[in-house]
């Protein structure tokens, strides 16, 4: 069974950093890209960074570009995202998926809530 499991939320200030991880289980983990997605609060689903885990190649929305790392840990099958210089407009729950186009993403794990108070 494939199951993704994000973690790593919280409440911080603006200019702030938080990191979030995503632990994928029940698959070859360097066959996949993983993704984060986010959704604020009356807004849609916005996909913001993905990491092909085989060859480490990255993509970032420009949202989030300068500012969000995303890195992975193949020995601990997880994906990081580095945030920092958060902004109020970061404020969304974050979800981890295989890949962060949120159409053609098959599994998704649960969200974790980012607050960023300004």
């Known amino acids: 069974e494939v199951q993704l499991q994000a973690s790593g939320g919280g409440t911080v200030q603006a200019g702030g950093s938080l990191r979030l991880s995503c632990v994928m289980t029940?698959?070859?983990?360097?066959?996949?890209?993983i993704g984060w997605v986010r959704q604020a609060p009356g807004k849609g689903r916005e996909g913001i960074s993905a990491i092909t885990i085989g060859d480490g190649t990255t993509y970032y929305s420009d949202s989030v570009k300068g500012r969000f790392t995303i890195s992975r840990d193949n020995a601990k099958n997880t994906v990081y995202l580095q945030m920092n210089s958060l902004k109020s407009e970061d404020t969304a729950v974050y979800y981890c998926?295989?890949?962060?186009?949120?159409?053609?993403?098959?599994?998704w794990g649960k969200g974790t809530l980012v607050t960023v108070s300004s």
């Open positions: 029940g698959v070859i983990f360097d066959q996949w890209t």
């Open positions: 998926a295989t890949d962060c186009d949120i159409v053609t993403a098959k599994y």
